[in-house]
């Protein structure tokens, strides 16, 4: 019977040495991967220049709300340019 007991714990410690053995093959021996990340260039675009004698024929309320747009329009792009390059780092 005591044969039995030691034949018993041989195969338990077996199988938990096993089962370490597999875990460590798991976890252990794997190696963090390096994150590539995008090179991203957003070029500026760009923009027709416009003359003054096309703006001219604008009334004072309508070329206010024209700059009020394109700077909108340009911080908008800045806040988006921002995003992606902190994404990007």
Same mark, same amino acid.
């Given at each position: 019977?005591?044969? +039995?007991?030691? $034949?018993?714990?041989? +195969?338990?410690?077996?199988? %938990?040495?096993?089962?370490?053995?597999?875990?460590?093959?798991?976890?252990? !021996?794997?190696?963090?991967?390096? !994150?590539? @990340?995008?090179?991203?260039?957003?070029?500026? #675009?760009?923009?027709?220049? %416009?003359?003054?004698?096309?703006?001219? !024929? $604008?009334?004072? #309320?309508?070329?206010?709300? $024209?700059?009020?747009?394109?700077?909108?329009?340009?911080?908008?792009? @800045?806040?988006? @340019?921002? %995003?992606?390059?902190? $994404?990007?780092?």
């Amino acid at each position: 019977m005591n044969s +039995w007991r030691i $034949l018993e714990s041989v +195969w338990t410690l077996t199988i %938990v040495a096993v089962i370490v053995l597999i875990m460590y093959a798991m976890t252990g !021996c794997a190696a963090p991967g390096s !994150c590539v @990340r995008p090179v991203i260039d957003l070029p500026a #675009p760009i923009l027709p220049l %416009v003359q003054d004698e096309d703006l001219a !024929c $604008l009334r004072d #309320p309508v070329y206010q709300s $024209l700059a009020l747009r394109d700077h909108a329009l340009q911080s908008a792009l @800045r806040e988006c @340019r921002a %995003v992606v390059e902190e $994404l990007t780092e």
